[in-house]
């Protein structure tokens, strides 16, 4: 206390104002939510305490010369492993070719206002390395960038995990392990997509088979796929109750086993090749491809109301995507609607001289539009490899192997109770995100509206106190908005309207329509968190140099923002809305 005594009257009064701060603190929760979710315990004693602190924390003591250097003057590096966790198959891997971003965090407990720094990609042996170059504006003690790194689900090859609202899933590593750094830091071993239950798909595990599916096309074929993109929508709202692909995009339910992968991005080869969106619509609604349906059903999977025309073309939809994965051992019967037998077929198609899975391939590619049963598939390839004869009835019943058919566990849909209780498990952690945020809120605004003005050596800690409010309400707003996306999707549940509206055309237009709804709603939480910021700092401004440049360096990101959204180009958006429960969080194995 002894140098607390020598400060002039205007230094009690910000250092009273400080003990006052953390009087506020005290009595919110003793968790602080983190940008996306996470809780980060609070420091528990009272020393610890003051050093989060205006005035009082140690960051900002040494008080540095005035300069004004780029805003990227600190170059960092970071190394480390990034591994996934899949349910389906209990296997943990390497996320290889999964991005990562080097992110500066610029406000505590929000990610709104970071910045990026450099990205890289996870080798095949799970390590990374990214530099890049950041930090704050003036050079101060304080001005080095407050590294973490985030995992994003996308291999800058085509193949992404996206939300509900067609943004890439990512997790991150935490915002202020590694505050002020540079030169190299070791992170250390993380792995992500843990605490699911057996059987149970993941984030990273629904990425990396589709990963592995795009590239085994992609090795066969000598190009990319037909799609030139594929999307996953990772949701637990799809109330179908199974995976469904239409041209370049697959709808997966939360945690749904991942062993359907293949399965699925078959029917991505067979939908681009067939023609565009609109083609794909109207075989949708012909042809009533949202069905239920098992690989050798007694049946064939026939609705009441089927021609045998529809049944032919629902048959070879699927049969081409059991061919795909490798499900090929045929059925009992010789019924040419039933999947199984035509899987069987087509296998029996590749090994035909002048055949295979690459030709067969091809003959997709080279007829759009006029491929729906296997018996219009069969005369395009017997044309393509100059065979005279070809008998349909031979390729189903010739080798079969029932015992293998009998192995393939059909990917039952998940029961409606399964789909709302895992919704109503995101919705209960999101009410404990609002609540914990609405205490943090109340404290933040206290402090802020206490806050004197501050001078060049203290700037740093005033300007975080005063953004707070704006940030906290900004994230409170975003779990509140997808609160109501989940609500929503409950009040409207519906498996069989859903697939009814599948089958018309009318749900994938309802969901663009909402999607678009709800990105503009982020979009001006974004520019209202900003524009509430500039204005708190800009009445603090009071001739300090600090201060000033540190409002200039949040305009220029809010007039970034505006510009991306007038010229419509891609957002720099670091909003995340996800609860954080099982596999959203990462889990830090250990340091190299």
């Known amino acids: ?178 505050d002020n750094s540079e030169g190299t830091i070791d992170i250390g071993s993380w792995t992500v997509g843990t605490g699911v239950s057996n059987g149970e798909g993941t984030k990273p595990g629904v990425w990396m088979k589709a990963v592995n599916a795009w590239n085994e096309y992609a090795t066969l074929m000598g190009t990319i796929p037909p799609s030139g993109q594929y999307d996953v929508e990772y949701w637990s709202a799809i109330w179908a109750g199974t995976p469904w692909t239409n041209t370049n995009t697959t709808h997966w339910p939360i945690h749904y086993t991942t062993r359907a992968s293949r399965h699925e991005f078959g029917h991505v080869v067979r939908h681009a090749f067939d023609g565009d969106a609109d083609h794909f619509n109207w075989d949708v609604t012909r042809f009533r491809y949202a069905r239920d349906h098992n690989i050798c059903d007694a049946d064939c999977n026939r609705i009441g109301t089927d021609t045998h025309t529809m049944g032919l073309a629902f048959g070879f939809n699927e049969g081409w995507a059991e061919f795909w994965e490798g499900s090929i051992g045929g059925c009992s019967n010789n019924d040419d609607e039933c999947e199984g037998n035509v899987a069987h077929a087509l296998f029996n198609l590749s090994k035909l001289p002048g055949s295979g899975k690459k030709v067969m391939v091809n003959v997709l590619k080279d007829h759009p539009g006029a491929i729906h049963s296997l018996d219009e598939f069969a005369g395009f390839l017997q044309a393509a490899i100059s065979i005279q004869t070809l008998s349909l009835t031979q390729m189903i019943s010739t080798d079969r192997d029932l015992a293998l058919t009998e192995k393939v566990h059909p990917f039952a849909p998940l029961k409606e109770s399964y ?73 409207t549940r519906d498996r069989e309207k859903t697939l009814i509206q599948m089958n018309n055309g009318s749900w994938e237009k309802q969901m663009e329509k909402q999607r678009i709804k709800w990105n503009a709603d982020i979009v001006q939480i974004n520019l209202s968190a900003f524009q509430e910021a500039i204005q708190s700092v800009n009445k603090h401004l009071n001739n300090s140099k600090q201060m000033l440049l540190l409002s200039k360096d949040l305009q220029r990101k809010y007039q970034r923002l505006q510009g991306q959204v007038k010229e419509r180009k891609p957002l720099d958006l670091n909003a995340n809305s996800q609860p954080q429960i099982g596999e959203n969080i990462p889990v830090h194995k250990s340091v190299r």
């Open 419 to 491: 789909i709302l209780a895992e919704i109503k498990k995101e919705m209960s952690a999101t009410k404990l995100q609002i609540d914990s945020l609405n205490n943090a809120l109340i404290a933040a605004r206290r402090v802020s509206a206490i806050m004197p003005s501050c001078h060049d050596s203290d700037c740093y800690n005033t300007f975080q106190i005063l953004i707070r409010p704006a940030l906290i309400s900004a994230e409170l707003k975003l779990k509140k908005a997808s609160m109501q996306r989940l609500q929503q999707s409950i009040e």
């Open 1 to 178: 206390m002894t140098r607390l005594i020598k400060f002039n009257l205007h230094r009690r009064k910000k250092v009273f104002v400080s003990i006052l701060a953390i009087l506020c603190l005290s009595f919110t929760n003793r968790r602080i939510e983190t940008a996306n979710g996470s809780m980060r315990p609070k420091k528990s004693n009272f020393r610890m305490t003051i050093n989060k602190v205006p005035i009082l924390r140690n960051k900002i003591k040494a008080k540095r010369k005035f300069a004004t250097p780029p805003y990227d003057d600190y170059t960092v590096t970071v190394t480390g492993f990034f591994f996934g966790y899949d349910g389906s198959d209990r296997s943990t891997f390497p996320l290889v070719g999964a991005r990562v971003d080097l992110m500066d965090s610029d406000a505590d407990g929000s990610e709104l206002f970071d910045d990026f720094m450099g990205s890289a990609f996870v080798q095949a042996d799970g390590s990374f390395t990214v530099t890049g170059t950041g930090g704050d504006p003036g050079g101060w003690s304080w001005s080095k960038p407050d590294v973490y790194v985030r995992v994003v689900f996308n291999n800058g090859q085509g193949v992404r995990l996206t939300d509900e609202l067609d943004w890439d899933r990512f997790e991150h590593t935490p915002e202020h392990d590694h």
